[in-house]
């Protein structure tokens, strides 16, 4: 089965301006989450969405918003990028209605740096 | 004090010994724990859930859990070159947010 797949592999941008990240989750996972992580860092949540809804919000800056959109896939728009967005993102789905509730796998990632 | 806490490491085990992995966590209504694998640039990997107190197996893996002690660990016995890579203790606090710890970096020694 295809894993998780995220779009773009690899961005770059200027300060102030905006970016666009995409994910796809696996087949017939209804929630969708996404994550932030610096160089040496853990992942830091920011924000997760179950059933095209928000579904808990973490540490995502203002300047960030994210939908799930009817076929499942979500996006991350940044905008007003800042030097420290520089980032790998990832996109994480799981299927929260059975019992492995929670249970997330983690598409590739994209790369953000932001000059 | 983190949420989730995980010794950063590096853990330096010779091949075919036991890595032994520790992570603690401050909610106390946690239900779910997760072990993912991550190698350096790629995406974690989940290895191993866990959601009951108690051990649970997977091949090499071992997942225990005492809630109780707010405490989870990970065994990788037979631990290969392979096995070298950054494992991150993972804690559903709840609804859909799931807290990382740092992650212990393991290095096993051919």
């Known amino acids: 089965a295809a894993g998780v797949i995220q779009s773009p592999r690899h961005l770059i941008k200027e300060k102030r301006e905006t970016a666009t990240l995409k994910c796809y989750p696996i087949s017939r996972h209804d929630t969708v989450y996404w994550y932030q992580q610096g160089p040496g860092q853990d992942p830091q949540f920011l924000i997760s969405?179950?059933?095209?809804?928000?579904?808990d919000k973490g540490s995502i800056p203002d300047r960030f918003s994210a939908q799930q959109f009817s076929d499942y896939h979500s996006e991350l728009n940044m905008s007003s990028l800042e030097l420290g967005d520089s980032a790998l993102y990832f996109c994480?789905?799981?299927?929260?209605?059975?019992?492995?509730?929670?249970?997330?796998?983690f598409g590739p990632g994209t790369r953000l740096t932001v000059t | 004090q983190k949420e989730v806490e995980q010794n950063s490491g590096p853990l330096s085990v010779p091949e075919g010994a036991i890595a032994s992995l520790n992570c603690t966590y401050s909610d106390r209504g946690s239900q779910s724990f997760f072990w993912y694998r991550q190698y350096s640039g790629k995406s974690p990997e989940l290895i191993m859930s866990i959601y009951s107190n108690g051990d649970k197996e997977d091949g090499r893996f071992t997942a225990q859990l005492n809630k109780a002690s707010q405490y989870v660990s990970l065994l990788i016995r037979d631990s290969q070159p392979s096995d070298s890579a950054t494992y991150l203790c993972a804690v559903n606090t709840g609804g859909f947010k799931t807290i990382f710890g740092a992650g212990t970096r393991l290095f096993v020694k051919a």
């Open positions: 994480a789905s799981s299927l929260t209605r059975d019992r492995g509730a929670y249970e997330q796998y």
């Open positions: 969405f179950y059933e095209k809804m928000q579904s």
